[in-house]
């Protein structure tokens, strides 16, 4: 009988990956521990160093393959390894895996035995899909080992590496963004080197004047927004890259300055500056417009967004005559959605952009049957601050943040006594966790359905 193999922190391990874990990484085990292998996919034999030892698991990295998995596929892109993760793994294999993590997630931290998905739905294209990203200036680039040496670090316009707040990769082609943002980072990365000026930003200091570039795409409207996250408000000194932007790129329908002064490394601003066209573009979801400015949040994938509304709706399965809350609302996307098969909507959001946001969507959309009002969903049902004009509703639609829903609000929900909740999460885990006390109320799980917003990301 072979001793066990102690793990530690520097070893060399030859590992066979059986899964994919949450969040991307492959998993394997030795001896019943677990080990996620950052950049391995499921079926791979690999050479992993391990550089993490907690208690009851370790990281490791892939040193070299071994023997590659039968599932593994031709990358597009040579960074997939920031950003998308799974772009090595075919797409049915991906939504196998999101599918084991899904059911994994209500069984073991729900507590649901025998949970099982009814319906997944894939997207389609797999490419190009995203209507929005986020790209960082920064003086301080990471240089990959397949670069030239000598290349030049001190800019780069791209993503975060995984885990440095202060390193940013530069970004020459995005397969996941529509193939003109790939036209916008070239021109802006071009105009920035050449014009001393346009410094980028550095958080480590907090000096510099390029923070973010921000594009939104109209997938059904073909608009186009550029948003230029600066550290201060200079919009003169912004007109080389401007002025070559609008020439080169007829496309744009908006163009905005924001201007972000803070610490925070976020891609909003305490003002903004309108430089070309409109402050929002349209975007059209089934037969709804949506007007969105830059700070709006709107599903990032227009393909996949409206196979998710039109499951809700089916799901929620209106008459006409049910009063319907929508909790978590944002700006009002499914609740002016479902406005057409309900009797009455309301939307329940605590962000005043997002609200003024819905109540303009609505106007723009010919609706009066959706009304929005302002709450802090953590303690607005318990503390009874509901007005006695809204009634109690039939129907509840549920689509909180990542963190799910506070213990108060998920604690009280069931005292609606709505007979359907409908619950949109993106995180299973959290999910899992709000459903179980759902459940304990006297609520029981009916249906359950993935929709793949996020192909060739852990993102669920």
């Known amino acids: 009988m072979n001793d066990p193999i102690i793990i530690k922190k520097g070893l060399e391990l030859e590992l066979k990956i059986k899964s994919l874990a949450y969040g991307g990484m492959g998993l394997a085990k030795i001896d019943n521990f677990v080990i996620f292998v950052k950049n391995a996919i499921p079926g791979q034999h690999v050479k992993a160093l391990v550089y993490k030892k907690k208690k009851g698991y370790a990281e490791a990295r892939v040193l070299s393959v071994i023997k590659e998995s039968p599932n593994a596929i031709e990358v597009k892109c040579s960074h997939y390894w920031i950003c998308s993760k799974l772009q090595s793994l075919s797409y049915k294999e991906q939504l196998k895996e999101k599918v084991m993590q899904v059911e994994e997630a209500f069984q073991r931290l729900g507590?649901?035995?025998?949970?099982?998905?009814?319906?997944?739905?894939?997207?389609?294209?797999?490419?190009?899909?995203?209507?929005?990203?986020?790209?960082?200036?920064?003086?301080?680039?990471?240089?990959?080992?397949?670069?030239?040496?000598?290349?030049?670090?001190?800019?780069?316009?791209?993503?975060?590496?995984?885990?440095?707040?202060?390193?940013?990769?530069?970004?020459?082609?995005?397969?996941?963004?529509?193939?003109?943002?790939?036209?916008?980072?070239?021109?802006?990365?071009?105009?920035?080197?050449?014009?001393?000026?346009?410094?980028?930003?550095?958080?480590?200091?907090?000096?510099?004047?390029?923070?973010?570039?921000?594009?939104?795409?109209?997938?059904?409207?073909?608009?186009?927004?550029?948003?230029?996250?600066?550290?201060?408000?200079?919009?003169?000194?912004?007109?080389?890259?401007?002025?070559?932007?609008?020439?080169?790129?007829?496309?744009?329908?908006?163009?905005?300055?924001?201007?972000?002064?803070?610490k925070a490394d976020v891609a909003y601003g305490e003002f903004e500056n309108l430089i070309f066209g409109n402050p929002y573009i349209e975007e059209k979801i089934g037969k709804l417009t949506f007007e969105i400015s830059a700070n709006s949040f709107f599903q990032t994938n227009t393909f996949q967004g409206q196979v998710l509304y039109d499951e809700v709706l089916k799901v929620a399965g209106l008459t006409g005559d049910e009063i319907v809350y929508d909790l978590y609302c944002g700006t009002g996307s499914i609740a002016l959605y479902l406005s057409k098969n309900a009797k009455v909507v309301y939307g329940f959001e605590v962000i005043r952009s997002s609200l003024e946001n819905a109540e303009k969507n609505s106007v723009i959309n010919n609706i009066d049957n959706v009304h929005f009002l302002k709450a802090n969903l953590d303690t607005f049902f318990k503390t009874g601050q509901l007005p006695r004009r809204v009634p109690k509703p039939n129907v509840i639609v549920v689509d909180p943040p990542r963190a799910g829903m506070h213990p108060d609000m998920s604690g009280y929900l069931h005292k609606l006594k709505a007979e359907k909740i409908v619950y949109v999460s993106c995180n299973p885990t959290t999910q899992a966790r709000d459903v179980q006390i759902l459940t304990e109320s006297g609520y029981e799980i009916k249906n359950a359905v993935m929709v793949d917003m996020f192909p060739h990301t852990p993102h669920i």
Request: net charge negative; aromatic share 8%; hydrophobic share 35%.
């Open 111 to 262: 507590g649901f035995a025998d949970f099982k998905l009814n319906d997944i739905k894939g997207a389609d294209p797999i490419y190009n899909y995203r209507n929005k990203m986020e790209f960082t200036f920064s003086p301080n680039r990471w240089v990959l080992d397949t670069e030239p040496e000598g290349v030049d670090s001190s800019f780069a316009l791209g993503l975060h590496i995984p885990g440095r707040f202060d390193k940013i990769l530069n970004i020459d082609e995005c397969h996941i963004q529509p193939e003109i943002g790939n036209k916008i980072l070239s021109i802006a990365q071009e105009v920035c080197l050449k014009h001393p000026d346009l410094k980028p930003y550095d958080p480590r200091t907090n000096v510099g004047f390029l923070r973010h570039l921000m594009l939104r795409f109209g997938v059904n409207t073909n608009q186009l927004m550029i948003n230029i996250v600066t550290g201060y408000d200079d919009i003169n000194k912004l007109s080389p890259l401007t002025d070559r932007l609008l020439d080169e790129i007829p496309e744009i329908t908006s163009m905005v300055n924001n201007v972000n002064t803070r």
